[in-house]
């Protein structure tokens, strides 16, 4: 009998919110018989743009003991919240993020300068020349 740490999905449609939990390896995640729920964890941004996590690490190093396995994306979770080493898909998520940021902000910029010139360019045409009027 393979035990594994995973998430267990409960909330509604739109509203994900997950158990950790202990259970069977192989069974399925919402018919599976739970072992015993360790945690907590809701992914989507509270109103201070944060996502809450409880564990309880007396429960977790207890199952682990007993040959428990976590699976990746709890790994991922725990190496976030400092109990395993970060995970490596972590740093490369953070980095995907990071360039496609430094792209956005390129390409606003870019726009801004290209919006610019262009206010420039239509000031300069709407504006008499002072010298053709000097001369007449």
């Known amino acids: 009998m393979a035990l594994a740490i995973r998430f267990a999905l409960f909330g509604c449609t739109n509203r994900p919110f997950f158990h950790i939990v202990v259970m069977e390896k192989r069974r399925a995640q919402r018919s599976g018989k739970i072992k015993e729920m360790i945690g907590s964890y809701d992914p989507m941004p509270n109103q201070d743009n944060q996502k809450l996590v409880a564990v309880d690490f007396q429960k977790l190093q207890q199952w682990l003991g007993f040959g428990a396995v976590p699976t990746k994306h709890v790994a ?6 400092g109990f395993y080493p970060i995970h490596p898909m972590s740093y490369i998520k ?9 792209k956005q902000v ?3 910029q870019a726009k801004e300068e290209t ?3 262009a206010a420039i360019q239509v000031n300069e045409d709407t504006q008499p ?7 007449q």
Do not use: I, N, V, Y
């Not at 991922?76 to 919240?81: A, M, N, R, T």
């Not at 953070?94 to 430094?102: D, H, Q, V």
């Not at 020349?129 to 001369?135: G, H, L, M, P, Y």
């Open 76 to 81: 991922e979770l725990l190496g976030l919240g």
């Open 94 to 102: 953070a980095k995907r993020k990071r360039t496609l940021m430094e």
């Open 106 to 108: 390129a390409d606003m």
């Open 115 to 117: 919006q610019e010139t």
């Open 129 to 135: 020349d002072s010298t053709e009027d000097a001369s």
